[in-house]
Nanobody, 123 residues
Framework: QVQLVESGGGSVQAGGTLRLSCAASLSFDRFNCIGWFRRAPGQERERVANIYPGTGTTNYADSVKGRFTISQDKARKTVYLEISSLKVEDTAMYSC????????????????WGQGTQVTVSS
C-alpha cells in the first residue's frame, strides 16, 4: 500500500505562486497515473490535474488550464503541482492520489489519498 504525503501549501496573496509536492513511498512504475485533487469548503472534490508517469502525459481541468502545472521527479518519487496567478477561488485542501498500473485513470479509481495540504488565498 503506497503512502502519499503532500506538502507546500500555505497562506498566500492573490497573484502569487505555490508549488505543492506529493511524495510517494513506492516507485512510480507501480502506477498508471497520479492525480492532484482539491476540495473547497462545501464543494465537491475536483480533480485538477493528473500525470501518467510512464509517458509524462498530463491533463488539466478546464478551470485551471494555463495556471496549474503538474510535473514529476521519478527519482524522488514526487509529483509537483505548481499553481501560478493564484485566485481566491483556489482556496481548498489539495490532495494527491494514485491509480495502480492496470487500472483505468477514471475518478473512481484513485486511491491511497494523502492527508492533504491547505492552500488559502487572500485578496
Amino acid at each position: 500500500q503506497v503512502q502519499l504525503v503532500e506538502s507546500g501549501g500555505g497562506s498566500v496573496q492573490a497573484g502569487g505562486t505555490l508549488r505543492l509536492s506529493c511524495a510517494a513511498s513506492l516507485s512510480f512504475d507501480r502506477f498508471n497515473c497520479i492525480g492532484w485533487f482539491r476540495r473547497a469548503p462545501g464543494q465537491e472534490r475536483e480533480r485538477v490535474a493528473n500525470i501518467y508517469p510512464g509517458t509524462g502525459t498530463t491533463n488539466y481541468a478546464d478551470s485551471v488550464k494555463g495556471r496549474f502545472t503538474i510535473s514529476q521527479d521519478k527519482a524522488r518519487k514526487t509529483v509537483y503541482l505548481e499553481i501560478s496567478s493564484l485566485k481566491v477561488e483556489d482556496t481548498a485542501m489539495y490532495s494527491c492520489a494514485v491509480v495502480p498500473r492496470g487500472s483505468l485513470c477514471k475518478p473512481s479509481a484513485y486511491r491511497s489519498w494523502g492527508q492533504g495540504t491547505q492552500v488559502t488565498v487572500s485578496s
